[in-house]
C-alpha cells in the first residue's frame, strides 16, 4: 500500500515553469512505476508521464522538451518540472503508482492503482 500527496501547483503565466512534487507514503517506493496525469474540466485525464525503476521516462507528444519526470528513491518522491507552460496545461494534476508489477508501456490509467487527490495548474495568457 502507498499513499501520494501532490503539491507545487499554482497559477502562472504562459510560458512560465512549476514544478510539481508528489510525496510517497508506506512501502515498496523503489521498484513502483510511477506517473502523472492530468484532468481539464470537460475532459478525460490524460496521462501526462511515467518513469519506471530504472529512472527511463516517457512523456506525451504533448509535453515533449517542454516537462521532465524524475524521482528520488532515498525520499520518496516524485517529481514534475514543466516549463514553457502553456494555456492547454491547466488542469488538475495527479500523481500514480503501479503495485510494482513495472511499467506496462504507455501512460495508461488502468495500470495504475494508487492515486493522489491532486494539485490544480493554471496557466494564462
Known amino acids: 500500500q502507498v499513499r501520494l500527496a501532490e503539491s507545487g501547483g499554482g497559477s502562472v503565466e504562459a510560458g512560465g515553469s512549476l514544478r510539481l512534487s508528489c510525496g510517497a507514503f508506506?512501502?515498496?517506493?523503489?521498484?513502483?512505476?510511477l506517473a502523472w496525469f492530468r484532468q481539464s474540466p470537460g475532459q478525460e485525464r490524460e496521462g501526462v508521464a511515467l518513469?519506471?525503476?530504472?529512472?527511463?521516462?516517457t512523456l506525451a507528444d504533448s509535453v515533449k522538451g517542454r516537462f521532465t519526470i524524475s524521482r528520488d528513491n532515498t525520499k520518496k518522491m516524485l517529481y514534475l518540472q514543466m516549463n514553457s507552460l502553456k494555456p492547454d496545461d491547466t488542469g488538475m494534476y495527479y500523481c500514480?503508482?503501479?503495485?510494482?508489477?513495472?511499467?506496462?508501456?504507455?501512460?495508461?490509467?488502468?495500470?495504475?492503482?494508487?492515486w493522489g487527490t491532486g494539485t490544480q495548474v493554471t496557466v494564462f495568457s
Open positions: 508506506g512501502s515498496p517506493f523503489n521498484s513502483r512505476c
Open positions: 500514480a503508482a503501479d503495485r510494482g508489477t513495472g511499467c506496462a508501456g504507455g501512460i495508461r490509467e488502468v495500470d495504475f492503482d494508487y
Open positions: 518513469i519506471d525503476k530504472f529512472v527511463r521516462a
